[in-house]
C-alpha cells in the first residue's frame, strides 16, 4: 500500500523516510515496514505475521501506477479539494478519492481479479455511505479490435453504467466504451447470429473525472440500488432516480 499513518497522521511512502516512522496501518492498526528500493515503487508492507485484510496490500506495480497517476492529476485540477490516495473508510479503501462541488467520489481501478461479487459488495458500500463511486480499468489496445472478449466483470460495469465502462486512459481522462452486439458469420447449416462471447467496442469521445456527476440507480436484476459517479446527462434513463 502506498499511504499509512505515523504521529503526524496520514503519510504517503515516498515523501518519508525510515525516520519518520514508526508507520501504522489504518485499517487494522498493526506496523507496518516502509519500502524503498531502486525497482519498485515506495510503499509500506505488513509484517509477515499480520492478518490485516486491507485491500490496498499486495497490488501490482501497473495498479499503484495508475493510482498516483490519477491522484497527482487531481490535486493540479481546480476545484477539487481533499485528494487522497487510500483514503481510510472502515470497510473499504478506494485507491483515490477527492471532494468535488461536496460531493466525496470514491475512484475503484479495477486491475485485480476482484469478482463481480466483490464489486458489488464495494459499490453497496459506498452507497450506504453516501459516497458516489467510479469503477475504471485500464484501456487496452484490445479495445481497437472489432472483436473483444469481455471479462465477467467488465460485462457487469457495463450493465451498472448504463451501458458504458469508463476505461482509465491517463492522468484524470478516461474513454467511455460501449459494447455494440457482434455477429458471427453466417455457416452452411445456419445463418448469421449474435454472438454470445463477443462484443464490439464502440469508443466514444473521451471525459474528464472531473466533468462526471454522482448519479443514483435503481436496483435492476442482479444490480444493487447504486450511487455511480458517471456522465451526467446519463439521467435521463429509466433505471435512474430523480
Given at each position: 500500500m502506498l499511504s499509512a499513518c505515523n504521529r503526524h497522521g496520514d503519510v504517503l511512502a515516498d515523501e518519508v523516510v525510515l525516520e519518520d516512522g514508526p508507520f501504522h496501518c489504518p485499517a487494522c492498526l498493526g506496523q507496518v515496514i516502509l519500502k524503498k528500493g531502486h525497482i519498485?515503487?515506495?510503499?509500506?508492507?505488513?509484517?509477515?505475521?499480520?492478518?490485516?485484510?486491507?485491500?490496498?496490500?499486495?497490488?501490482?506495480?501497473?495498479?499503484?501506477?495508475?493510482?498516483?497517476?490519477?491522484?497527482?492529476?487531481?490535486?493540479?485540477?481546480?476545484?477539487?479539494?481533499?485528494?487522497?490516495?487510500?483514503?481510510?473508510?472502515?470497510?473499504?479503501r478506494p485507491d483515490v478519492s477527492f471532494v468535488l462541488n461536496g460531493e466525496l467520489v470514491a475512484v475503484e481501478i479495477q486491475l485485480s481479479l476482484l469478482s463481480r461479487d466483490q464489486i458489488e459488495w464495494r459499490t453497496k458500500t459506498y452507497t450506504r455511505?453516501?459516497?458516489?463511486?467510479?469503477w475504471t480499468p485500464s484501456f487496452s489496445r484490445d479495445l481497437f479490435q472489432a472483436r473483444y472478449a469481455p471479462k465477467d466483470w467488465e460485462r457487469y460495469l457495463h450493465t451498472m453504467y448504463f451501458g458504458k465502462v469508463y476505461y482509465w486512459f491517463e492522468g484524470i481522462?478516461?474513454?467511455?466504451?460501449?459494447?455494440?452486439?457482434?455477429?458471427?458469420?453466417?455457416?452452411?447449416?445456419?445463418?448469421?447470429?449474435?454472438?454470445?462471447?463477443?462484443?464490439?467496442?464502440?469508443?466514444?469521445?473521451?471525459?474528464?473525472?472531473?466533468?462526471?456527476?454522482?448519479?443514483?440507480?435503481?436496483?435492476?436484476?442482479?444490480?444493487?440500488?447504486?450511487?455511480?459517479?458517471?456522465?451526467?446527462?446519463?439521467?435521463?434513463?429509466?433505471?435512474?432516480?430523480?
Amino acid at each position: 500500500m502506498l499511504s499509512a499513518c505515523n504521529r503526524h497522521g496520514d503519510v504517503l511512502a515516498d515523501e518519508v523516510v525510515l525516520e519518520d516512522g514508526p508507520f501504522h496501518c489504518p485499517a487494522c492498526l498493526g506496523q507496518v515496514i516502509l519500502k524503498k528500493g531502486h525497482i519498485k515503487l515506495p510503499h509500506f508492507a505488513h509484517l509477515p505475521d499480520a492478518e490485516c485484510t486491507s485491500p490496498n496490500e499486495g497490488e501490482s506495480e501497473e495498479h499503484q501506477l495508475a493510482k498516483l497517476e490519477i491522484y497527482e492529476a487531481l490535486l493540479r485540477t481546480p476545484g477539487v479539494t481533499e485528494v487522497r490516495l487510500e483514503r481510510y473508510l472502515q470497510e473499504v479503501r478506494p485507491d483515490v478519492s477527492f471532494v468535488l462541488n461536496g460531493e466525496l467520489v470514491a475512484v475503484e481501478i479495477q486491475l485485480s481479479l476482484l469478482s463481480r461479487d466483490q464489486i458489488e459488495w464495494r459499490t453497496k458500500t459506498y452507497t450506504r455511505k453516501n459516497i458516489a463511486v467510479l469503477w475504471t480499468p485500464s484501456f487496452s489496445r484490445d479495445l481497437f479490435q472489432a472483436r473483444y472478449a469481455p471479462k465477467d466483470w467488465e460485462r457487469y460495469l457495463h450493465t451498472m453504467y448504463f451501458g458504458k465502462v469508463y476505461y482509465w486512459f491517463e492522468g484524470i481522462k478516461l474513454v467511455p466504451v460501449k459494447f455494440e452486439e457482434y455477429t458471427l458469420a453466417s455457416g452452411w447449416y445456419s445463418g448469421t447470429r449474435r454472438s454470445k462471447r463477443f462484443v464490439s467496442p464502440s469508443r466514444l469521445p473521451p471525459v474528464f473525472i472531473p466533468d462526471l456527476a454522482p448519479v443514483w440507480r435503481k436496483p435492476w436484476h442482479d444490480l444493487p440500488r447504486a450511487k455511480l459517479w458517471c456522465e451526467p446527462w446519463i439521467k435521463s434513463s429509466q433505471n435512474c432516480i430523480d
